[in-house]
């Protein structure tokens, strides 16, 4: 199969330095960007209905700059006064960095991990013993985090401040497409969800991440394309060695 079009479930890059767009000029592609799915807010008056009281916490765990967004977002509607004295742990630096946009960082106590990996941040937080730990999530969220948390007797709180939801195509939209690129689990449910009737064939599908590859799997559909690996790191790099390989096969063909 020779790859042309390709649908990348992202929003389009901000920056025309991103690497789909070098991408899609060395191999003469056509990119489309649309989210698959897209984020709602939990407005205060559905957040008050989960009889969780912010200031009851004294640090807040972020895995995603989404979550911090929304926890502010909540705490202006409820005119909330978050404390100095409140506690930020983070998954990365990329998204402890995050939070210049909405308190001044360097009077902060902000923590985070070197690595990303959700381990990490767990040994991050068992070091502050006596904490009480707010968790911001979708209302779609793996678990995973959380459950090690359970495993440590870390004191936390679960609390869902906005929600996951399809963004469902136009009928008659077009959909024509030799790629499809998922990142999430959630991508992939609502591409069945828009399309029940979806059939691969030729269609060449990749993901990035293990979870959004087994929910490919369950779902019935050939993955083609994965990141990362050892010989592709990124989603960019997997999808350009998949065209390589095939536009070889294709010439010898």
Known sequence: MKIKNLLVSQPKPTTEKS???DMAEKYGLKIDFRPFIKV???LAKEFRQQHVSILDHTAVIFTARTAIDHFFRLCEEMRISIPETMKYFCISEQVALYLQKYIVYRKRKIFHTTTGKLEDLVLLVQKHVGEIFL?????????DLLVRFDEKDVDYTKAVMYCTVSNDFKS???FDYDMLVFFSPSGVASLLKNFPHFEQGEIAIGCLGATTAKAVHDAGLRLDVEAPTAEAPSMVAAIELFIKENHKAAKKN
Not at 135 to 143: F, G, I, T
């Open 40 to 42: 709602e807010p939990v």
């Open 135 to 143: 968790v911001p999530v979708s209302d779609v969220h793996k678990d």
């Open 172 to 174: 008659g939209e077009a």
């Open 19 to 21: 690497p789909y767009y």
